[in-house]
């Protein structure tokens, strides 16, 4: 008996020492820093000034015939979307507290994918849609990498406590199939989310012939990459044993989150929005 329950402990220890290692090889810092090396706004080499795009603009440009002066027109309120958009996440808040849809949508996305075959089935434990609402500011056009063409600029504030919590189990798979299991509990939070965003209608390059195929046109949707996101992480791994708020863990879960966000909406890259022809 003695034997086994050395055996059977070491096994955990040993198992723990694998996943662990393995969740840490990656250099946290060496990541954050490749961060740092992104401009916060696009570069004024490739950006021309308010004024010279002002001045190459036709006479007969929008901005006249919507008497917008890009020059000296002041930031707009944008409180009429905010109140609209606190009306859409005021009714998900609600459907979340009345039922569970919104957490079985989330387990079917989190799941949806192909997992790591020592990754176990993710569910959802915890959903808390926060009470506070985002608010959307400062309204401008500003001249975009063309000349000529123009985006809109619209900053955000988001101060909350939106909270997604997670299990799941982590599977050691040597010497054999599941030779152990590992639980691991994860509670997200976001506490406060602020940037800019930018949003620009996007025209195929001009053409004397006719397309083989239909123009595409869409609407393109970033964020410059001087945006705040203040993300909280609490750990709980192992059943008996349990490692409690890892801090490595939580730096690289937080470095994870922010370079997904930066790959996908972080200036030049973009969330394309089609626009029918």
């Known amino acids: ?3 086994g329950f050395i055996l059977g402990q070491l096994s955990v220890i040993i198992v723990m020492i694998l996943v662990l290692r393995y969740l840490f090889t990656e250099d946290v810092k060496r990541v954050k820093k490749v961060i740092r090396y992104i401009p916060s706004r696009p570069s004024s080499n490739t950006v021309p000034s308010v004024a010279s795009a002002a001045a190459a603009l036709p ?3 929008v901005t006249l015939k919507t008497y917008y002066d890009v020059i000296h027109h002041p930031p707009e309120s944008t409180d009429w979307l905010n109140v609209l958009l606190a009306q859409v996440i005021l009714q998900y808040r609600q459907d979340a507290n009345i039922n569970n849809r919104l957490s079985r949508s989330l387990d079917r996305v989190l799941n949806g994918g192909v997992l790591p075959s020592f990754v176990g089935p993710i569910h959802v434990t915890e959903l808390n849609l926060g009470q506070e609402f985002p608010i959307f500011s400062r309204a401008r056009i ?8 123009m985006r809109a600029e619209i900053d955000f504030e988001y101060n909350d406590q939106v909270t997604l919590g997670i299990e ?3 599977i050691l798979n040597w010497p054999r199939q599941a030779f152990a299991v590992l639980p691991v509990s994860l509670v997200l939070s976001v506490a406060r989310f602020s940037g800019t965003l930018t949003i620009e209608l996007m025209n195929p ?3 004397t ?5 239909p123009i595409e046109r869409y609407i ?3 964020s410059y990459s001087d945006f705040i996101l203040d993300l909280q992480v ?3 791994i192992g059943s008996k044993t349990k490692l409690e708020d890892i801090p490595k863990l939580t730096d690289l879960i937080q470095t994870k989150l922010r370079n997904m966000y930066i790959d996908k909406l972080v200036y030049p890259q973009f969330l394309k929005v089609k626009v029918p022809n």
């Open 59 to 61: 006479n007969d440009h």
């Open 234 to 236: 609490q750990s709980l």
């Open 142 to 149: 500003r001249p975009s990498d063309e000349v000529g063409s």
């Open 1 to 3: 008996f003695v034997k």
């Open 209 to 213: 012939t006719k397309p083989k195929i």
């Open 168 to 170: 799941t189990q982590l």
């Open 220 to 222: 393109a949707i970033s």
């Open 205 to 207: 390059p001009e053409t």
